[in-house]
Structure formats: structure tokens, C-alpha cells
């Protein structure tokens, strides 16, 4: 079992910033990686971001190159979004995703507001 926490979502205004976090402990492979998805109301979950722990290699959607950052510190399991330039369109709820292995988890999610 992996468990996964995440941190960091909340109201900010367009053109502002925000930091997520998702940290996962318990049965972690050694090579893994470990992402963002996005929700927003009425739409299908979409890809936004991931990162592997070996070499760290990074991939973005499209709508999000330039604007977010995807990083991870590998002794704490960690990843983090910066997400700048932030519009309202990006408003949504953030999931953050592990799989590594047979095994693939998905956390609760954190809301993220993009409006004045």
C-alpha cells in the first residue's frame, strides 16, 4: 500500500502562484514515478504533469509548459507543482498520482481556484 498526502491548493487571483505538494510513504518502489492530473467541473480528469524518481525525467501537457514545474526530492518521497502565470481555466481539483511497479495510487485531491 502507498499512501499519498497532499498540500498546497486554495483561491488565488489570475496571473498568480501556488506551490502543491504530495509526499507518499509505505510500500515504494524503487523505480517509480509520480505526477499530477487535473478535474475540473463537468470535464474528464487530464494529465497536467510527472516525474521520475531515476534520471528525473519531467513531461507537461501542453496547456501547462512554461507556466508549471514539476520537482521531487527523492529522500522524502515528495513531489511539487509551482504553478505561476496561473489562469482561471486552470481551475480545477488537483490529484497527484504514484505508480511504480504493479502498483498505481491516486490521492484525494486538492481544489485549486483560479478567479478575481
Known amino acids: 500500500q502507498v499512501q499519498m498526502v497532499e498540500s498546497g491548493g486554495g483561491l488565488v487571483q489570475p496571473g498568480g502562484s501556488l506551490r502543491l505538494s504530495c509526499a507518499a510513504s509505505?510500500?515504494?518502489?524503487?523505480?517509480?514515478?509520480m505526477g499530477w492530473s487535473r478535474q475540473a467541473p463537468e470535464k474528464e480528469r487530464e494529465f497536467v504533469a510527472s516525474?521520475?524518481?531515476?534520471?528525473?525525467?519531467?513531461r507537461y501537457a501542453d496547456s501547462v509548459k512554461g507556466r508549471f514545474t514539476i520537482s521531487r526530492d527523492n529522500a522524502k518521497n515528495t513531489i511539487y507543482l509551482q504553478m505561476n502565470s496561473l489562469k482561471p481555466e486552470d481551475t480545477a481539483v488537483y490529484y497527484c498520482r504514484y505508480w511504480g511497479g504493479p502498483t498505481d495510487y491516486w490521492g484525494q485531491g486538492t481544489q485549486v481556484t483560479v478567479s478575481s
Open positions: 516525474i521520475s524518481n531515476i534520471g528525473i525525467y519531467t
Open positions: 509505505g510500500s515504494i518502489f524503487s523505480i517509480n514515478y
